[in-house]
């Protein structure tokens, strides 16, 4: 099976429209980070992480075990997700149903690297991921958001933060409390770990402003990214359609 021709040649730089891209590695703030900014600034939100999940959701719901996956055992599963708007963002539903409670529990998270590793799937993602941008200012967040998907966007970002800090606030949204020293350090090797699986899906594009959000609050960030955006919109005359 290959993916839908509706390839949008990332060679194409839109003059009409702003793109931020918002990369980082695992549990960095990505997508929590790029809805707000996209909030702020009235831009539409593209979470390219939540299709990848959708593809490893939909994937497991067909009852493939992980080991056996391929790309074309993935790729025939991820035909069933259709993208459908949600105010200025979009979710995954799978034949109709939406997918938010699948694609965030656990089994989907130890097996998306997997998935994310494979070069067709990912061409699927790319494409899934310019089609929801077309016609829109977006700020887009994701793996290769930056280097591969968008690589003339009008503002990078790389978010980066120490792997014990990304441990404890992604320990302290799952669990909905604070997270005892114990927990962190077992989150925090799974996380080391996921880094360097990977490491060649988030590379930081050269011309990224990097951000460390260690000893930042996410209000902190995202008020740096609202001005940096703001200061590419000046400089182009804020010409761009809202």
């Known amino acids: 099976m290959t993916p839908p021709h509706n ?4 060679a194409r730089k839109r003059a009409s429209f702003i793109v931020i891209a918002i990369d980082g590695p695992a549990a960095s703030g990505k997508s929590s980070t790029a809805h707000w900014v996209a909030e702020r600034l009235g831009y539409r939100h593209i979470d390219s992480g939540a299709v990848y999940r959708a593809a490893t959701a ?4 067909y009852g493939e075990s992980p080991e056996l996956w391929t790309e074309e055992i993935v790729l025939a599963s991820a035909a069933a997700i ?42 699927w993602v790319d494409e899934r991921v310019r089609a929801a941008a077309e016609g829109f200012n977006v700020v887009a967040d ?9 690589p003339h966007a009008d503002l990078k970002i790389f978010l980066v933060a120490d792997s014990w800090e990304r441990a404890r606030r992604r320990l302290t949204q799952r669990l909905s409390r604070r997270p005892t020293d114990t927990e962190i350090a077992v989150e925090t ?9 990977d490491a060649m899906q988030t590379m930081q594009a050269k011309d990224a402003v990097l951000i460390d959000t260690t000893y930042l609050t996410q209000e902190e960030q995202v008020e740096r990214i609202v001005a940096l955006a703001q200061a590419v ?5 804020d010409t761009s359609p809202g």
């Open 7 to 10: 390839h949008v040649s990332p």
């Open 58 to 61: 939909a994937t497991m719901h």
């Open 82 to 123: 259709a993208l459908r708007e949600r105010g200025d963002s979009f979710e995954p539903v799978l034949e109709g149903v939406p997918m938010e409670d699948m694609i965030r529990g656990l089994d989907v998270t130890h097996n998306v690297s997997r998935v994310a590793r494979m070069p067709a799937v990912r061409l």
């Open 142 to 150: 994701g793996r290769d958001i930056g280097t591969v998907v968008f």
């Open 189 to 197: 090797e799974l996380l080391v770990q996921r880094d360097a699986r």
């Open 233 to 237: 919109t000046q400089r182009q005359g």
